[in-house]
């Protein structure tokens, strides 16, 4: 199962909720899925979604799954790795309307750079990023060795410090 998260801010993520739709509708993805679209306006006609989802929710479908696609939130994002689940990060970007910069973007490349997830931002390419989780050795997100902290303050450093 791919368990989709766009999070809970007040912006949409259509681009993502359409992509899967039609690769559901065209018949190039098999596998179920559920998504917790949020505040997209865009309503999945192939698969089960939800709005939001309790907490309990939504960690009983992020252990479930096969692959989890989330927009670039670092809650979201961090909540999958302690799963050690196959992550594809699918950033929120400005252009779009979906966010009012594009850090999601950038932090997605970083983490996909150090092999914790993979990185798409464009539908085109998403049924191929997907067909990737299964050949990927994603690294395992260790909380105590601080790695995903390092990361994200190297980040932060190099690009707001």
């Known amino acids: ?6 999070g809970t801010q007040k912006f949409q993520l259509n681009r993502l909720i359409k992509s899967l739709d039609e690769l559901v509708d065209k018949g190039k ?29 939504f960690v009983k479908y992020i ?9 670039g939130g670092v809650n979201s ?7 050690n689940k196959p992550i594809i990060i699918y950033p929120r970007l400005a252009k779009y309307g979906e966010h009012v910069d594009n850090h999601q973007r950038e932090f997605a490349e970083a983490l996909e750079k ?9 539908g085109d ?12 050795v994603f690294k395992k997100y260790v909380s105590c060795t601080g790695n995903i902290t390092k990361i994200i303050n190297n980040y932060l450093d190099s690009n707001f410090g």
């Open 77 to 83: 994002i961090m909540t999958v790795l302690s799963y």
């Open 114 to 122: 150090n092999g914790y997830a993979l990185c798409c931002d464009d």
């Open 63 to 71: 252990s479930d799954a096969d692959v989890v696609i989330t927009q």
């Open 125 to 136: 390419n998403l049924e191929e990023v997907i067909k990737k989780c299964d050949t990927t």
């Open 1 to 6: 199962m791919i368990f989709v998260i766009v």
């Open 29 to 57: 993805l098999k596998m179920p899925i559920v998504a917790q679209i949020g505040h997209s306006d865009y309503k999945p006609k192939n698969y089960e979604f939800y709005r939001f989802l309790e907490k309990s929710e």
